[in-house]
């Protein structure tokens, strides 16, 4: 599944319960549909949009990370019943459409676009001061990179789908700045996150614009989320092309 690990939050003792049981239903909920066949696959999507309904039936989320939880989950669900080809999963997906959403939408008022006044470097001692901004950057980015994708996503699928109405509604462009470095996001510890701060570049992707990175970057600073954008952009030609003229693979 092309979902999986895609948009996690990697601040491990700060995880609400509720980001813990979401995502933990929805990812088992993903291991479960990379089980199905054609028996069993009637009693996993009714399992799947059980679990849907709980989540659209619970509480409204209150908090970031609850918000981020919420539509992650549901980012998870819709994959697997949009792009599975089974007409009755797709037509429940697409009811909920306009949850997805409103649950992306409840994600912008905590996150923040403004990079001015990030420090050029971090320190290493005390660690606890870097610790905080690594947190609160996991946080910040998780945050615009899944309001970002659940309107890409969308959007993808209407357009796929042939969708006569299609028109841009500018919700894509709400989230006008997200930072691109596969060393900062795969950093494991604050003092790894320091030294990807200090010795690599990161770039800052505003308003969709990859002038910079595709003139700069080279292949290993691309994450997973940045490669699929990169290709959305490209075609997969060439981003294909592009990455091996960096030395790298799609």
């Not at 619970?58 to 007409?87: E, V």
Request: neutral net charge; contains cysteine.
């Amino acid at each position: 599944m092309p979902c999986l690990g895609l948009c996690r939050v990697k601040i491990r003792a700060q995880l609400s319960s509720a980001l813990t049981n979401l995502n933990a239903d929805a990812h088992s909920s993903c291991a479960l549909y990379l089980a199905k066949n054609r028996v069993n696959a009637p009693i996993i999507f009714r399992s799947i949009e059980s679990r849907v309904n709980d989540l659209l039936s619970a509480p409204p989320p209150i908090t970031p990370m609850d918000c981020l939880a919420h539509t992650q989950a549901l980012i998870l669900y819709q994959i697997i019943r949009l792009y599975d080809g089974d007409i009755g999963a797709r037509t429940s997906a697409e009811r909920i459409i306009p949850a997805i959403e409103a649950s992306a939408m409840s994600l912008f008022s905590y996150a923040q676009f403004d990079t001015e006044g990030t420090p050029g470097t971090l320190p290493l001692y005390p660690i606890a001061p870097t610790k905080a901004f690594w947190q609160d950057w996991i946080l910040q980015e998780s945050l615009r990179r899944t309001l970002l994708f659940s309107f890409y996503l969308v959007q993808t699928y209407r357009i796929m789908s042939g969708c006569n109405m299609l028109q841009c509604d500018g919700r894509l462009g709400l989230c006008h700045s997200w930072t691109l470095s596969a060393y900062l996001w795969s950093a494991m510890t604050p003092l790894e996150f320091a030294g990807a701060w200090r010795d690599k570049d990161h770039y800052v992707v505003t308003n969709a614009i990859f002038n910079g990175v595709l003139a700069e970057a080279k292949a290993d600073d691309i994450d997973v989320f940045g490669r699929i954008m990169i290709s959305s952009l490209l075609g997969r030609d060439e981003a294909e092309g592009w990455f091996a003229s960096k030395g790298g693979k799609l």
